[in-house]
Structures are given as structure tokens and as C-alpha cells.
């Protein structure tokens, strides 16, 4: 049994239902011409929108039951607010990297070890295109340097391999120090979680990791430490948590939006699977 870890919790809002806003008269807006996905929920008792942190895609999240022809209605209802956050999300991508999503990267700044990489491609007939890191640390991205998605795939394993190298020592130090023994560790590229814990001990990491600062990585390795005793988030867990990281709290909220760490460049491919079930 997977249990859940530390989500990657996206933009979303929460509204009265749609009796409440029957009433209210709106100016039309550009919420006509809007796009989006309806998502039934049975645990939903309101209407609420989710703005995806990849490409401010929307979702709207709707109770079971509820009549889908008043979705324009809520949308013009709640316009503003997903303005305001569609262009939050485009500023943050803008700080946290240069590179609109179609772009291939020429630096990357891995902010858990402190270190950063130039990307170079170079086209050469290989039968795979992959990454080789030169003495000089400069990553050299070789093969059909043309095939846009080929290279975020090739840069994408060198970001596994990586992070197999420096965060599973880092993790098995975390443990060792705080002695919460692990059965095994792994790297894996989660959509929705920094880190998962199963019930033989297992914990997976996300790659992703590598890209967020250090003390945020380690409230990652002290929460999933902490589900080899106790699987679930009751107040003992937590309570184990803080024991072991005072300022959990903060961290624990700064990690909601950690999204703003990740790379564009690392969206658009294979990670994405499962996107579309990302929920609550
Ligand atoms: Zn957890």
C-alpha cells in the first residue's frame, strides 16, 4: 500500500455553491471563451477551481449531482481570481527559470546541492540521444539534439541518475541520524508527491527534490522517516514531526508551492502521466 506523502498542492479556491451566486449579476468577461475540464467529486460539497502550476490549465471540481449549465456562471463569478493566479503562475515560472515549457534548458540549477550546470547539445548520429556530463561538470546533451522531447527524456534520466547519487545517501544519513531505519529506497518522478512511505518501509523520493533548497528537502526525508512509525497523519505523526523538526509548520507550508522550484523544461513529457487525476 502506497501511502500518501507530502503533495505538490496546486492553486485552487473554494466558492459557495451555486445557489448562493445565482443571484449575482456579472459583466461578461472573458470567462466565455474559457477552457476547462469538469472533474465530479463525491467528497466535494462545493464547486471549487483548480489552475494547474505546469500550463494554467483549469480544472473545475464540481459535487456530485450538480448541474453542469451553471459552470459559465460560477466562471464569470470567480474571473478575476483566475486571472490573478494564471498570471502569478506565469511570474513565478519566470523567477524560477527563464525557459518557456517548449524550451530546452541551458542551465540547471539543482538548489538542494547548491550547484548548477551548463547544457550543451550537440548533434551527432547516435541511435539514443543522451546526456554526458563532462570533467568540467558541463552537461552535454548528444544525439538528435533536434527532437526537442528526445532531450528533455535524456536530460530528465540524468536528473534520476543524480538524484540516486546525492538524495538517497542524503536520505539514508537522515535516517540513520534520526534512527528511523528504511527497508529500501527509491527515485521515481511523482506528479502529485515530494515523497511516499509504504508499509515495508519503502520510501520514494521524487527526482524533483533536486531542484528545491535544502532545509526543504530535509522536512521531505523527516516526514517520510517519520510514516516508517506511524502511516497516517493523526496528531501523533505530527507530533513525531516536530520532535524532529521544530519548524515543521513552515516548512511544511512552504512546501505547497515548492512547485514554483521546477523547471518548465521538465514538464511536456513522459513525467506527466496521471496528470489529469491530480486531486485533493
Ligand atoms: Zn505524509
Redesign the pocket.
Known amino acids: 500500500m502506497a ?4 503533495k505538490a498542492v496546486r492553486s485552487q479556491e473554494s466558492m459557495p455553491s451555486a445557489s448562493k451566486i445565482r443571484n449575482t449579476r456579472v459583466q461578461p468577461t472573458p470567462a466565455k471563451s474559457l477552457a476547462y475540464v469538469v472533474r465530479e467529486s463525491t467528497r466535494a460539497r462545493h464547486v471549487r477551481l483548480r489552475i494547474s502550476v505546469y500550463d494554467a490549465s483549469l480544472m473545475v471540481v464540481v459535487p456530485e449531482g450538480f448541474d453542469r449549465r451553471r459552470i459559465p456562471e460560477v466562471l464569470e463569478e470567480k474571473w478575476s481570481w483566475i486571472a490573478r493566479t494564471r498570471k502569478r503562475i506565469a511570474q513565478h515560472r519566470e523567477q524560477a527559470e527563464p525557459d518557456s515549457p517548449g524550451d530546452l534548458p541551458q542551465r540547471i540549477h539543482l538548489r538542494a546541492l547548491g550547484e548548477e550546470r551548463r547544457v550543451e547539445y550537440h548533434a551527432e548520429p547516435l541511435s539514443h540521444t543522451l546526456v554526458v556530463e563532462k570533467p568540467d561538470r558541463t552537461l552535454v546533451v548528444r544525439g538528435n539534439v533536434g527532437d526537442t522531447a528526445a532531450c528533455k527524456r535524456a536530460l530528465c534520466s540524468w536528473v534520476s541518475r543524480k538524484a540516486r547519487a546525492e538524495l538517497v545517501p542524503w536520505l539514508l544519513s537522515a535516517s540513520k541520524e534520526q534512527r528511523l531505519p528504511v527497508s529500501r529506497v527509491q527515485v521515481r518522478g511523482q506528479q502529485t508527491r515530494w515523497g511516499s512511505c509504504s508499509l515495508q518501509k519503502t520510501i520514494s523520493i521524487n527526482r524533483k527534490l533536486l531542484f528545491l533548497p535544502p532545509p526543504l528537502v530535509e522536512q521531505v526525508f523527516i ?1 517520510e522517516l517519520c ?1 516508517t512509525v506511524r502511516l497516517d ?1 493523526s496528531r501523533r505523526f505530527w507530533a513525531l514531526v516536530r520532535k524532529r523538526a521544530p519548524r515543521c509548520q513552515d516548512l511544511e507550508e512552504e512546501l505547497r508551492t515548492a512547485w514554483r522550484y521546477l523547471p518548465a523544461w521538465m514538464d511536456g513529457n513522459g513525467m506527466q502521466r496521471g496528470r489529469a487525476n491530480l486531486t485533493e
Do not use: R, T
Not at 3 to 6: A, D, I, P, W
Open positions: 501511502h500518501c506523502g507530502n516526514h510514516h497523519h
